[in-house]
């Protein structure tokens, strides 16, 4: 990227895919989810933002932080759209081998416009290790990205990645219980907010994140809500301006906690929201 690129990109998203094109100066525009619509992404929205200098579309799928999921039709039109417009399509796929139902292919796997961004860190719970892989069908594009991770960092961590390694050899064994087990505390959350009045989301259809928003009046003070949860409850969630949304959304995390510490977090969000 460049000062004279463009961006499209669907928002919410990552910090760094907003913030590393804004500080190298590239022209942004906002394609952004809306929960009304399910956070499905408005492909048509996304071709009337492009432009002649549009170097990049970057989505994430399964999305960050509302748990939705393109279908096959979105990616494949998305995919046309960055082959017309002879721009890439970054995909953002580290929940990818959690979702719930059918798995869509990894985009890169489609087309040489398609790059997959991937790690360990999420499905497979291991941020530590710092191991994650980019793909791409273009071999000038490989060996950018190579020449870029020489400068970044000259050689990884071989016990890094010998738990990487020997992760992925149980991939599937490692799936087989924890996708079952994401599902049931995800229908935990559903239960509750089948039950909250004062709370609704999009059902995730894949990762272990929501994104409920508060059926709040406008004057409710959510500053305060945000601080007497964690300090008077002590239970934390994401406001909902950490994503560039308004704060009576939140991201709420159901794969990490116990069962036990979920429904405590749970009572604990519709306790703060009448004291």
Not at 83 to 88: D, T
Not at 92 to 118: F, H, K, N
Not at 131 to 143: K, V
Not at 255 to 274: D, K, N, Q, V
């Amino acid at each position: 990227l460049s000062p004279a690129d463009h961006l499209v990109v669907v928002r919410p998203n990552y910090a760094t895919n907003i913030e590393t094109p804004k500080a190298i100066g590239c022209a942004i525009s906002y394609v952004d989810l809306d929960f009304d619509q399910g956070f499905a992404i408005d492909i048509e929205h996304v071709k009337a933002e492009l432009r002649p200098n549009t170097k990049l579309i970057s989505v994430t799928c399964p999305h960050n932080p509302t748990g939705t999921m393109m279908t096959r039709a979105d990616l494949d039109a998305l995919i046309a759209l960055a082959e017309h417009h002879k721009c890439r399509l970054l995909v953002d796929e580290t929940y990818r081998d959690l979702s719930y139902g059918e798995r869509l292919p990894a985009a890169a796997s489609l087309s040489p416009s398609a790059i997959s961004v991937c790690s360990l860190s999420k499905a497979f719970g291991i941020p530590g290790i710092r191991i994650g892989w980019l793909l791409t069908r273009d071999p000038q594009l490989q060996e950018t990205f190579l020449a870029a991770k020489e400068q970044i960092g000259i050689c990884g961590s071989v016990i890094d990645e010998a738990i990487a390694r020997a992760t992925l050899e149980r991939r599937d064994a490692f799936l087989a219980s924890l996708l079952p087990e994401m599902a049931r505390r995800r229908d935990i959350v559903q239960a509750w907010i089948d039950g909250e009045t004062l709370v609704d989301w999009v059902r995730p259809q894949g990762g272990v994140v929501g994104f409920p928003r508060l059926n709040i009046d406008a004057g409710f003070d959510l500053d305060r809500f945000y601080t007497r949860l964690l300090e008077e409850h002590g239970a934390y969630v994401g406001p909902g301006h950490w994503f560039e949304m308004p704060k009576r959304f939140f991201r709420l995390g159901f794969g990490w906690p116990t069962e036990a510490e979920l429904r405590g977090g749970l009572a604990a969000i519709s306790a703060a929201l009448r004291s």
